[in-house]
């Protein structure tokens, strides 16, 4: 299997960073199918477009900015292995990325998860805000689904653009605070961000629906929606969280299938990089 290109070590103990490619797509009942393919295109493209051969020898377009981590790819795994390899990751104090896959895999992330970290701050960025309560177990109730094992008080979702009216009832009881992309072009993308970095705990996992980007960066998702964020906001606001510190990140719902020149997977691929090299920087 093609390891992603930063990926730099053989060695799980060694690590900080764990990748983990997820390809089910089993509870996903959007009309675009092919999200199960992701995890191999992203790898794929982060080898292609991401690494370059000078004098022999590859060298990688990394960021700008942050210091060198230590990033394992432990290749794929099933949905029925989740639980297990989770609680290895935990015990081991490793950040997992985890490659999908339809959303509701998160799900089974995060409970996994939480059996170490307790109750966890959620960075829901999605342009849906998959809180369907009157169906259960798939990617459009991931966020009541997780409830009982997220911090509500600190928890966010942003990018949403496109809620159905019971996800809008939802929002409003729980009192989940939500940033629409108008927002975001309201305020300024420097004062949202510290907004949400002042709203967060100290445990934060942030879940990454490639849709909450706009489809004119991102075209290669399962249910692209207009309006979204921009890539550079989008990674902005990843990079000054992972500052703060995360407990673990998700990139869902990249749809290889449906992509336009595979950029979809190389902004997933960058966005991993981003992520990782900003994590725990001050």
């Not at 290895?88 to 509701?104: C, E, V, Y």
């Not at 909450?212 to 906001?233: E, F, K, N, W």
């Amino acid at each position: 299997m093609e390891k992603i290109c930063w990926a730099n070590t053989d060695d799980f103990e060694q690590s900080e960073f764990v990748i983990i490619g997820i390809p089910d797509e089993s509870q996903s009942h959007a009309l675009r199918k092919g999200t199960e393919e992701a995890p191999f295109k992203i790898r794929q493209i982060s080898n292609l477009r991401d690494s370059f051969e000078r004098d022999g020898k590859i060298s990688l377009g990394r960021p700008f900015q942050g210091s060198e981590k230590k990033v394992y790819d432990f290749g794929n795994i099933t949905r029925s292995q989740i639980e297990n390899i989770y609680d290895k990751i935990s015990a081991s104090s490793k950040i997992p990325i985890s490659i999908g896959g339809d959303h509701s895999i998160t799900r089974q992330i995060i409970n996994a998860l939480a059996k170490k970290h307790g109750k966890i701050s959620l960075v829901y960025f999605d342009a849906h805000p998959d809180f369907v309560s009157s169906m259960t177990n798939y990617y459009g109730s991931v966020v009541n689904d997780v409830l009982s094992n997220i911090e509500i008080i600190s928890s966010i979702q942003i990018g949403i653009r496109t809620p159905e009216q019971e996800e809008l009832d939802n929002i409003n009881k729980f009192n989940l605070e939500v940033i629409t992309p108008f927002d975001i072009q309201e305020q300024g993308i420097k004062q949202v961000t510290n907004s949400i970095l002042n709203k967060l705990g100290d445990k934060v996992y942030i879940s990454f629906d490639m849709d909450c980007v706009d489809p004119a960066y991102a075209p290669g998702v399962s249910v692209p929606v207009p309006m979204g964020l921009s890539s550079t906001d989008t990674v902005y606001l990843l990079k000054e969280i992972a500052k703060k510190g995360i407990v673990g990140m998700d990139v869902m719902e990249v749809c290889p299938s449906f992509d336009v020149k595979d950029r979809t997977s190389h902004l997933a691929s960058r966005i991993i990089s981003e992520v990782i090299y900003s994590s725990g920087e001050t």
